[in-house]
C-alpha cells in the first residue's frame, strides 16, 4: 500500500507540471498574439497620422504663393537646400494645423545637418500617455537633385527661352518628409526621442529615422516628392 501511495504522488506531481507547462505556453501565445495585434494597431495608426499632412500638401491647400515667402512652400524655397520643419498639429481646428505663415517662433531650420532653432520641432514631453508625434519636414531642391541638369525647370520649357530676359516657368522640386511617433510603446526617455526628432531627414551621418530605429521607438515615416511651377519674370505665364 506504501508503494501505490508514493506512485499516486509522482503521478500527480507529472500531472501538475505538464499542467503548468501548458498554461505558460498558452500565456505566452497569447502575449505574443497580443504583442503582434497592439504593433498592428499602431503601425496602422501612425500610417494614417502620417498621411493626414501628405493629403494637405497634395490638395495644394498649403500656400498663397511660392513667390511668397510668407507662404509655406516659398519659405522652403527661400531656405532653399535646408529643412524647413514644424511639428503638425492635428488637435486643432481644420486649416490651422500647417503654419499659414511660417516664422523662427513656429519653424525650425536645419542647416547643414545642425539645427538653427528648435522651436518647430515636437516636445515628447508634452504628451499624454497615449498621445503620438506628427513632424513634418520640407526640403526646396533636395540635395540629390541639385547638380541634375535643367532640374528645375518644367518638361517643355524651351530652353533657348532661358537666360533671355523673356518669361519662363521654373518647376522648384520639394521633398516632404512627414514622421509620426508613438512614445508610448517605447522605453526610451522624452529626452532621448527629442533628440531623434531633431535630427536631419534628408542627410546626415545620423538621420531621424536611423536614431529612431536604434532607440526601438515605433514610427511611421512617409515621403512625397512634387514640383511647383512659378513665373521667373511674371510675364507671360
Known sequence: MRFQRGATLIVVLIVLLLITIIGVYAVRQSLTGLNI????QAQQALFQSSDVPLYKFSNGGIANSITSS??????AKQNSGSEVVFCYRSGQQAGTALPTVPT???TSLIVGGVAQTTNGFCDANNLSSRSQLTQVTIVARPIANVAQPFSTYIKGTDTASIGDGQSALEAVQFRVY???VLPALSTASAASINVCLQQPSNSGATTQASCLSGLSIPFNTQIEDFQQTYCVNGVGC
Open 37 to 40: 495585434a497592439t504593433s498592428s
Open 70 to 75: 510668407r507662404s509655406l512652400l516659398g519659405y
Open 104 to 106: 523662427p517662433n513656429n
Open 178 to 180: 512627414v514622421t509620426s
